[in-house]
């Protein structure tokens, strides 16, 4: 019985080992995918710079396509990214002092192309112009990129979304309003748990996988940080990260 025991330790030991090398395997080689598409995108850009008004609209309508698909290659890489990193028992992040408004910048930016096709306005608001702190900035960047994305999708027409980046004497305080299509209370409760989508009734039709929030607040955590929802049905949503100000100069 011992002996039994014992083995079935040792086997499943090697396999949680095997399955976090299979992670691992899946997480650089995807990491790999993001160099050249950022190389592609610009590269596309600059031809379609030198290229406007001396070619015919056929063409031009050609490298939009690539530059879409391109763009939709990238969000799966980033679902792959956040997939293997949510199955990581251990994410060890690469922290550095950085300024946290810029972050918000740059997950504007990349919802961009979102925003633009449904006709959203963003507006932002900080209470200093720097925050400077220690944070992973990919990671950090995609966390807001994810609350951004719903705030989009989770929404009537003419989505309005404000940030404000709020400073508190211990705390530096990010928030996301929306006025979307918002939550009950007890969707409220399920929306940080992975593979969790409200999509029974007439909630919504939107595709999704049900990870984007369960990697916010793992992210939000890793930084000793926590994430809250304030929300109404039918009026909209406010998420609420709160980061302390320990590492912060
Ligand atoms: N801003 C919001 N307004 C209304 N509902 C929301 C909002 N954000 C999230 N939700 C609800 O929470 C659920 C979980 O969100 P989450 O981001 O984790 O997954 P998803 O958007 O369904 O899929 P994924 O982000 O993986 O593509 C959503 O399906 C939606 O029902
Ligand atoms: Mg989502």
Request: proline residues 1%; without cysteine; charged residues 25%.
């Amino acid at each position: 019985i011992i002996f039994s025991f014992y083995s079935t330790i040792v086997i499943s030991i090697k396999q949680k080992n095997i399955s976090e090398m299979k992670s691992d395997f899946i997480n650089n080689m995807t990491h790999e995918f993001k160099t050249p598409i950022a190389t592609i995108n610009l590269a596309i850009d600059a031809i379609k710079k030198k290229l406007m008004g001396k070619v015919d609209t056929k063409s031009m309508g050609y490298l939009n396509i690539i530059k879409d698909e391109n763009n939709r290659m990238n969000n799966q890489v980033e679902n792959v990214l956040m997939i293997s990193q949510l199955e990581k028992e251990k994410i060890e992040l690469e922290m550095k002092m950085m300024d946290l408004n810029k972050l918000v910048q740059l997950a504007i930016d990349r919802v961009e192309l979102l925003s633009g096709s449904v006709g959203a306005r963003i507006t932002k608001k900080f209470d200093k112009k720097e925050n400077i702190m220690m944070l992973a900035e990919e990671e950090m960047i995609n966390v807001f990129v994810n609350i951004l994305e719903n705030s989009l999708k989770y929404s009537k027409s003419n989505p309005v979304i404000q940030i404000m980046v709020k400073n508190e004497k211990s705390n530096t305080i990010v928030f996301f309003k929306d006025n979307g299509i918002g939550m009950t209370k007890k969707i409220k409760t399920k929306i940080f748990e992975k593979f969790y989508r409200e999509s029974k009734g007439n909630i919504h039709n939107i595709k999704g996988h049900g990870l984007g929030l369960a990697f916010v607040k793992k992210i939000v955590e890793l930084h000793a940080g926590f994430i809250s929802v304030q929300s109404q049905i039918g009026k909209g949503s406010t998420f609420k990260i709160t980061l302390n100000n320990v590492n912060k100069t």
